[in-house]
């Protein structure tokens, strides 16, 4: 076998080391803001803190794997990221427009990435249409119902988008399940400790599952990485 040519180890690993640190940078930082918000009281630190899980995951998309794919999450994830805050300093109009922002960019991504077989077209189908309408059911809110629309399409293209179902397709149902019980806040889990618990880590596990599946099958497909991210 011929070796590799001079340097090409040196640049695997710095190809590999940086990626999976900074991916477990990312996901330790939504963890632990889990944890501080229970502890610490509001204030920027903890806004800075709830932004940097997804900003983290966002500069990881974009360093892992150059590809148009991967460039346009990042750009999702930016905007999600500027949703956790402004969330946080703007409160829920503001920040549920720039979540709108991102589910619609990523609707157009995953629009634009379909599987060639269009298999799941019924399970996406019903996705588009049943997540706006548990939403409302939920909240009772029309607001809630145009969100819910652009939170269904992302989900649904994420179910037919060519990436791996097992990551990207449940971590869009994840991200859906972590804002309908925003929604049930809203109305019939008002006052109940259940969504406090479950919508942070819901939503950061499945920015993360997104985040991974992308970047697993664009370095797979276009770089022929097949490495351990």
């Not at 640049?11 to 610490?40: D, K």
């Not at 940097?52 to 990881?60: C, G, H, N």
């Not at 809110?141 to 652009?150: E, I, R, S």
Request: with cysteine; aromatic share 8%.
């Amino acid at each position: 076998l011929a070796p590799p040519p001079p340097g090409a180890h040196s640049r695997g690993m710095s190809q590999r080391m940086p990626m999976p640190a900074l991916f477990l940078t990312a996901l330790a930082a939504g963890a632990s803001f889990w944890a501080a918000s229970h502890i610490l009281p509001a204030g920027p630190l903890l806004v800075a803190w709830k932004g940097s899980a997804v900003a983290l995951l966002a500069v990881w998309v974009a360093r892992a794997a150059h590809t148009r794919a991967a460039r346009g999450l990042a750009v999702v994830l930016g905007f999600a990221a500027l949703g956790d805050v402004l969330l946080e300093t703007s409160g829920m109009t503001i920040g549920g427009a720039a979540f709108l922002v991102a589910h619609l960019l990523a609707t157009g991504l995953y629009w634009t990435n379909l599987r060639a077989d269009r298999a799941g077209t019924g399970v996406a189908i019903v996705l588009l249409l049943g997540i706006p309408c548990v939403g409302y059911a939920l909240s009772g809110q029309p607001g809630v119902l145009v969100y819910g629309l652009a939170l269904g399409g992302m989900v649904a293209t994420a179910w037919i988008s060519r990436f791996p179902r097992g990551w990207v397709g449940a971590g869009a149902m994840l991200f859906a399940a972590s804002d309908l019980l925003i929604f049930a806040r809203l109305g019939p889990l008002a006052g109940s400790i259940v969504p406090t618990l479950l919508v942070w880590p819901l939503y950061v596990a499945g920015q993360a599952m997104i985040a991974y599946g992308v970047v697993r099958t664009e370095r797979a497909r276009n770089e022929g990485v097949h490495d351990r991210l």
